[in-house]
């Protein structure tokens, strides 16, 4: 974090968490007075858990935590309004991704644990995106059986 420069501390936070917290903030209130069924699905990370805490991810870490109690706190929010909005955070797990190519090119000096990453990518043992794509998708058709402010892992929604 010390590498960092305050607009880059600021670029991150904005599209990590800001970004987010604003689309929930309008997503509550222009459905508020909806009589409907409404969900909002937190995309999270494992990086958001206490015990994932990464070297080298010390933003990245925060913001992903800090959407998760927002979840949290906007399902308790929730309870004491009429038409209450459903909140879940989904947990992709570590996909086969763009990102996953960038993190196995980190030097090891910035990003102690790259060769964790490194090895699940050479044991064939990343998520397919389209995979998790389809379990978000099997997770949004019943909306109902979901539990507000609780945190999913892509894998609960497999068929």
């Known amino acids: 974090i010390e ?3 305050a607009s880059q501390i600021q670029a991150n936070l904005s599209a990590n968490l800001i970004s987010s917290s604003l689309l929930l903030s309008l997503f509550v209130k222009y459905t508020k007075d909806l009589p409907k069924s409404k969900l909002f699905v937190n995309i999270s990370s494992g990086a958001a858990l206490p015990e994932r805490a990464k070297p080298g991810w010390a933003l990245y870490c925060a913001s992903k935590a800090a ?40 030097p ?27 379990n978000l998708i099997n997770s949004i058709a019943v909306p109902d059986a979901l539990e507000t402010g609780k945190t999913y892992q892509h894998t609960d929604f497999e068929t």
Do not use: C, W
Request: neutral net charge.
């Open 108 to 134: 090891e000096q910035s990003f102690p644990g790259v060769d964790r990453f490194i090895e699940l990518h050479r044991k064939g043992q990343l998520a397919d995106p389209s995979r998790v794509a389809q």
């Open 67 to 106: 959407q998760e109690q927002l979840i949290r706190a906007v399902a308790l929010e929730q309870q004491h309004v009429p038409y209450p909005a459903k909140t879940i955070n989904f947990n992709p797990g570590v996909m086969d991704t763009n990102m996953q190519n960038l993190i196995r090119e980190t």
């Open 3 to 5: 590498r960092l420069a």
